[in-house]
């Protein structure tokens, strides 16, 4: 039987623990025994029947403890999600590093044990994301958009570009214009079937480049009147936060995930966003620096709330002055604010109910708003 001890600090003699080495096409499953010694090996399709008789497999050999997966939130979604509708409770293990595989080689097997060693000696290790809730269905949306504002700033950048070295009629026409009324503009430009000169292919080319700013803008809008509800539902009280926007908002969410009692204290969550700082000493040189890693993109969401409040919010301003008349250069002062938002904002993602949210359908009126 499969046993869910994910949590427990040791293996007992009598369990096994799995670990996952997860591809595209094929899972490579390995199991070892309480002392990392190595039991059995095989590989699995990534098809729901190939989940399923990757779980047989394993009961076969025991009690499984702790099972390590690799890619937990990429190639092993579907695997994570597997296995935890089956009551085990999966560790996220990290790839081997570059000395290890350059010492024991490359191979689906050696990966395998390898997760498996990992999640026995590392009873601690992260919890993945569930990825079966309403923020999973944020995340996805939020891809969609994202990659739509990418376009449009692509696009406009492209049909200003094509003015700066057009034929000077339409340059002197277009170029004083803002965005909004430049595009409206090339878009009422004749467009030519078959031009055959310089002036008449670029205003054929402005015109499509126009158009495409306005589906991606379509788009755009049509992805924050589905994002609006789904986010509602979730953090309410997170939207009522000067300067925690519904950007700032979807992206925190999507990094916590569903399940934030993966964040097991506030410095976990202030690592989690690269705003914590980590010991940089060597000899009698005694510092400090800041971590750079964790979610960029969650930085970057709080780095937005701060700049808001420094233009809006009287406290933060009056803290601003008084940290930089004691010193403090300006970044410093903003990564102190970072600090007191990631401080503030972690008490509320911990607390929202995210496994019992309403669906958005569920909330009544709130949610129709545009």
């Known amino acids: 039987m499969l046993s869910m001890t994910a949590t427990s600090t040791t293996v007992e003699p009598d369990h096994m623990v799995l670990g996952v080495d997860t591809h595209r096409d094929t899972h490579h ?42 890619g937990t939130h990429s190639y ?29 080689g490359k191979s689906d097997p050696v990966d395998a044990y390898a997760a498996a060693r990992t999640a026995l000696s590392r009873p601690h290790a992260p919890k993945p994301k569930n990825a079966d809730g309403l923020v999973e269905a944020t995340r996805v949306i939020r891809i969609t ?13 492209q049909l200003k570009s094509l003015l700066v070295t057009g034929p000077a009629e339409l340059r002197e026409q277009l170029r004083d214009l803002k965005t909004p009324v430049l595009v409206k503009a ?3 430009l004749e467009v030519t079937p078959r031009p055959t000169e310089p002036t008449e292919a ?25 994002l609006r509800p789904l986010i509602t539902a979730v953090a309410p009280a997170m939207l009522d936060r000067l300067g925690v926007a519904l950007e ?32 940089a000493s060597s000899g009698r040189t ?21 700049l808001t409040r420094l ?36 008490h509320l993602l911990i607390s929202l109910p995210l496994s019992s949210a309403p669906l958005p359908h569920q909330r009544g009126a709130r949610t129709a708003q545009p």
């Not at 309480?34 to 699995?44: C, Q, T």
């Not at 009961?59 to 403890?65: P, Q, S």
């Not at 958009?145 to 950048?157: E, G, L, M, P, W």
């Not at 205003?203 to 589905?226: F, G, V, W």
Request: glycine share 6%; proline share 3%.
């Open 311 to 346: 233009r809006l919010d009287d406290r933060t301003r009056a803290y601003y002055r008084r940290r930089t008349a004691e010193g403090l250069s300006k970044r410093e002062t903003i990564r102190c604010l970072q600090r007191y938002v990631a401080r503030e904002l972690y």
């Open 202 to 226: 670029t205003a054929t080319a402005l015109h499509r480049l126009a158009l495409r700013y306005q589906q991606l803008t379509t788009e755009i809008r049509t992805a924050d009147r589905e």
């Open 76 to 104: 092993g979604t579907a695997l994570t999600r597997h296995l935890r509708n089956a009551g085990v409770g999966v560790v996220e293990v990290d790839r081997p590093d570059r000395r290890t595989r350059r010492a024991r």
């Open 248 to 279: 700032v908002t979807g992206q925190l969410l999507t990094t916590i995930g569903d399940n934030p009692d993966r964040l097991r204290s506030e410095a976990t969550f202030a690592h989690l966003r690269g705003i914590a700082p980590i010991p």
């Open 286 to 306: 005694h510092r400090h620096r800041l971590n750079r890693g964790g979610d960029r993109a969650a930085n970057n969401a709080i780095y937005t709330v701060v």
């Open 29 to 70: 499953a390995a199991v070892v025994d309480h002392l990392g010694r190595e039991v059995a090996d095989a590989e699995f399709a990534t098809t729901p029947d190939g989940y399923r008789r990757l779980v047989d497999w394993a009961r076969g050999y025991g009690v499984i403890a702790r099972p390590g997966v690799e």
């Open 145 to 157: 958009r994202r990659s739509a504002v990418k376009a449009r700033t692509q696009t406009i950048n």
């Open 186 to 188: 090339c878009t009422a």
